[in-house]
């Protein structure tokens, strides 16, 4: 079982930056465990924003946050986070921390087994 915990949303104008962290609470070891960040808009579906590696701390980005959002991991915290700059409008969602262990498959298609509560994060034009 894991328990995670979102925070560092808000208001930010267009251009700005927010970090956003995640912290884990689980039985097992947090290195173990694929993270990613998903986000929802009012009336779209959710989808995957970024993930990182349990085994090899590589990466994987959506297309439209490339260059913009970073995601790295402090596993000494028990910690991921998300850097987003160059914030558009369009990043206006509720962003979701997500967790599964020993993850070796595509991100694309990825549905983690844990999920945090969300974080809301609006930008203004």
């Known amino acids: 079982q894991v328990q995670l915990v979102e925070s560092g949303g808000g208001l930010v104008q267009a251009g700005g930056s927010l970090r956003l962290s995640c912290v884990a609470s689980t039985g097992r070891t947090f290195s173990s465990y694929a993270l990613g960040w998903f986000r929802q808009a009012p009336g779209k579906e959710r989808g995957i924003v970024a993930a990182?590696?349990?085994?090899?701390?590589?990466?994987y980005y959506a297309d439209s946050v490339k260059g913009r959002f970073t995601i790295s991991r402090d596993n000494a915290k028990n910690t991921v986070y998300l850097q987003m700059n160059s914030l558009k409008p369009d990043d206006t969602a509720v962003y979701y921390c997500?967790?599964?262990?020993?993850?070796?498959?595509?991100?694309?298609?990825?549905?983690?087994?844990?999920w945090g509560q969300g974080t809301q994060v609006t930008v203004s034009s």
């Open positions: 990182i590696s349990w085994s090899d701390g590589s990466t």
């Open positions: 997500a967790a599964e262990r020993r993850y070796r498959g595509s991100y694309y298609y990825w549905h983690p087994d844990y």
